[in-house]
C-alpha cells in the first residue's frame, strides 16, 4: 500500500533539483540570469517591433527575423521564469501535467526555430544567387505558407515525442536532475526499457536538427561559391554581412542542441548537461539580437530614425 501510495504522489509531480549542489551560488545565478533574461527579451522585443513600425524592413528577410524573435521570447519564457524560481527555492516542485506542457512547448518552439533558421538560409540563398527572380520567388504567400509549416511541423513532432516520453512508467525517483524538464534528464527516470524511446527521440533530432542544419550548410555553399564570382570588393563585403548574422546563430543554436540531445543514454551527463543547457536557454538567446542587429546597417538605421522621430515628438510635446 505505502509503495502504491508513493507511485501515485509521484504521478501528480515531479521534483526539479536544479543547482542544489551549488547552493552557495543560488542568489548570484538568480542575478546573473534575471539580468541577462531582461536583456534577452528587451532585445527581442525590439526587434519585433523595429521591424513592425519600419517601412524600410517590410521584407521577406526582415519578416523571418521577426518571427523568430517571437517564437525566441516564447520559447524562453517557457524556461526561464521557472529556472529563475529554482535559484531561490530548493526542490521546486513541477506538476506532472506541467512538466509535460513545458517539455512539449520547449520542443515545439525549438524545431520551430530550427526549421525557420533553414527556410531564413533558403531566403539568403535565392536572394543572393538568383536575385533577379527573388521577388518573383519569394513572395508573400510562400514566406506565410513556409513560417506556418515551420510551426507546424515543430508541434507535430512536439507532441508525438512528448507523449511517447510520458506514457512510460517513473518509478524509480520523482528528482529531475535539471531546471527543467528536458528530454534526457526525464527519459533518465524511466524504470521501463527505454530503447524505443531513445530511437525515437535521435530520430525526431535528426528530423529537427541534423536535416536542417545541413540543408543550411548546403545553403551556403551555394552561396559563398555566388559571392566569390562578385566582382567587387564592395558587392562580396554587402554580401557577406547579410549572411553573417544568420549563420553565426545557426552555428550557436545547432551546436549546442546536438551536443545534448544526439547521443546515446549511455552518454547523458546532469551536470554537464545543465551547465551547456543554461548557456543553451540564456546566454546564446541574449546574443541573436545583437549578432543580428548590431552587425546590420539596416536595423541600425531604422533605430537612429526611430529615436530621431521619438525626439522630435518630445520637443513638439515640450514647446507645445
Do not use: W
Amino acid at each position: 500500500m505505502e509503495s502504491l501510495a508513493e507511485n501515485e504522489t509521484f504521478s501528480s509531480e515531479f521534483i526539479l533539483l536544479g543547482f542544489r549542489n551549488l547552493p552557495e551560488l543560488q542568489l548570484l545565478f538568480f542575478g546573473t540570469f534575471f539580468i541577462v533574461h531582461l536583456i534577452t527579451l528587451a532585445g527581442h522585443t525590439t526587434t519585433v517591433l523595429i521591424t513592425l513600425i519600419d517601412s524600410c524592413l517590410q521584407t521577406p528577410m526582415y519578416f523571418f527575423l521577426r518571427n523568430l524573435s517571437t517564437i525566441e521570447i516564447c520559447y524562453i519564457l517557457v524556461i526561464v521564469p521557472n529556472m529563475l524560481a529554482n535559484f531561490l527555492s530548493q526542490n521546486q516542485r513541477m506538476p506532472f501535467l506541467g512538466c509535460a506542457l513545458q517539455m512539449l512547448l520547449f520542443i515545439a518552439l525549438g524545431g520551430a526555430e530550427c526549421f525557420l533558421l533553414a527556410v531564413m538560409a533558403y531566403d539568403r540563398f535565392v536572394a543572393i544567387c538568383n536575385p533577379l527572380r527573388y521577388p518573383l520567388i519569394v513572395t508573400r504567400t510562400l514566406c506565410l505558407q513556409m513560417l506556418v509549416l515551420a510551426c507546424g511541423s515543430g508541434f507535430a513532432l512536439s507532441l508525438a515525442l512528448t507523449t511517447l516520453i510520458f506514457l512510460l512508467p517513473f518509478c524509480q525517483s520523482h528528482e529531475i536532475n535539471h531546471f527543467f524538464c528536458d528530454i534526457p534528464a526525464v527519459l533518465f527516470l524511466a524504470c521501463s526499457d527505454t530503447r524505443a524511446n531513445e530511437i525515437a527521440v535521435f530520430l525526431v533530432c535528426m528530423l529537427i536538427l541534423l536535416i536542417p542544419f545541413l540543408l543550411i550548410l548546403l545553403s551556403y555553399g551555394f552561396i559563398i561559391a555566388a559571392i566569390l564570382r562578385i566582382h567587387s570588393a564592395e558587392g562580396r563585403s554587402k554580401a557577406f554581412s547579410t549572411c553573417a548574422g544568420h549563420l553565426l546563430v545557426s552555428v550557436l543554436h545547432y551546436g549546442c542542441a546536438i551536443f545534448i540531445y544526439i547521443r546515446p543514454k549511455s552518454c547523458y551527463t546532469p551536470e554537464q548537461d545543465k551547465i551547456v543547457s543554461l548557456i543553451y536557454t540564456n546566454v546564446t538567446p541574449m546574443l541573436y539580437p545583437m549578432i543580428y542587429c548590431l552587425r546590420n546597417q539596416e536595423v541600425k538605421g531604422a533605430l537612429r530614425r526611430l529615436l530621431q522621430n521619438h525626439n522630435q515628438m518630445q520637443c513638439q510635446l515640450n514647446t507645445g
